[in-house]
């Protein structure tokens, strides 16, 4: 049996495993802390920031950091929720976001935090970067206009397909995602069945012809927040 | 004691928002009870008679009028509000912010699928408001106070709003009134 680790969060006591991330045992506490580049089932890439948690007076990416016994976590703050605002609302700026035509709307886990931290508009100049949409595929298209670089597409096609079909080119602001062929997706061996046609968290990768299947209302965020089924599960 | 004045404008925007004002229902009789609407197509008074407490901006600036009217409010009106995706990052004006100007130009008026434009002139009167060269949001030209996101915003949004800054309440939206489609 794995030795219980003690540490609180916002306070609160709580128990996890050695081995455990901070975000691992806070879901299983029923706690949730933020997250958008996170992606079960693959190594945590901590790219995207939004799980900055402070940890005994630091930030750190709660998805990476491991649990120690009596760490004090500040998930729930004013200032740790400032830094999570912060980092979305750059998200925003830096595409072109227009959420009132884009498939994934209601269902999108950006737009679903920025409204689970209240952001009516963001307070950085928009960037309104120019992108071009690859639609050359049959079943999938890319659109980078919505892209926030978060790495699960280019996590779920080498670790979970084996094929390596996505991946980053460029740095700083030049990074981009790229496909595995010359030019466009069409020339790549992704497949509709691909679990990376299913991990964008925004509009970037969607599947073609199933657009606004459900009703403004009933989709995923229309009513509950964005890790409200983590919070139910709190004892 | 004199009621306070609301001043609404619509600038590159559909009227969506305005249509979405006009949803609160039977509201708008309680509105009218809380306030007076100055300068607003609603009732088409063209400039503003007096001091206004708020002001609902719908749309962002892509021309020049835009920016003049914008900053009327601002000037005219205690609070401003962008009311809207439009308003808050140019919304679907803002589409062409990718494409050079000219580009954009010449096809509305010279090699667009269905033109005709003999002429094969992009019209330059001074009687037409000239184009910026991208969709600004309302708050990189102005100061904006509040922000109500939503293409439109719901009707129950813009009410609560409304309500909240005339009885100098704070304004909390609830998760469910806070959308930006």
Redesign the interface.
Known sequence: MSETITFTIDGVEVKGKAGQTIMQAADGNGIYIPRLCYLEGCEPFASCRVCTVIVNGRPQAACTQPIAPGIVVENNSPEVTQIRKDIVEMM?VEG???????DK??NCEL?AM???L?I???KY??L????ELDASHPYIFIDPNRCILCGRCVQASRDLDGKHVFDFVGRGPHKKIRVNAAVRLADTNLDITDKACDVCPVGAILKKGVGYAVP?GQRLY??E?IGSDIESKAK | MEKPRIATASLAGCFGCHMSLLDIDDRILKLIELVEFDKSPVDDIKNFTGRCAIGLIEGGCCNEENVHVLKDFRKNCDILV?VG?CA?????P??R??IPLKECLETAYINGTGVYNPSGRIPNSEDIPLLLN?VY?C??IVK?D????G?PPPADTIWEACVALLTNKPLD?P??L????
């Open positions: 925003f072109n976001h227009f959420c009132p035509f884009c709307s209601g737009q920025a409204y689970r209240g009516l508009a963001p100049p928009y309104f970067p120019v992108c403004v229309d009513k927040p | 962008s995706e808050i990052m140019g919304g679907l803002a589409l912010n990718g991208k949001p708050h990189e904006v509040y922000f109500l996101p293409c939206l998760y469910e806070i959308k930006y489609d």
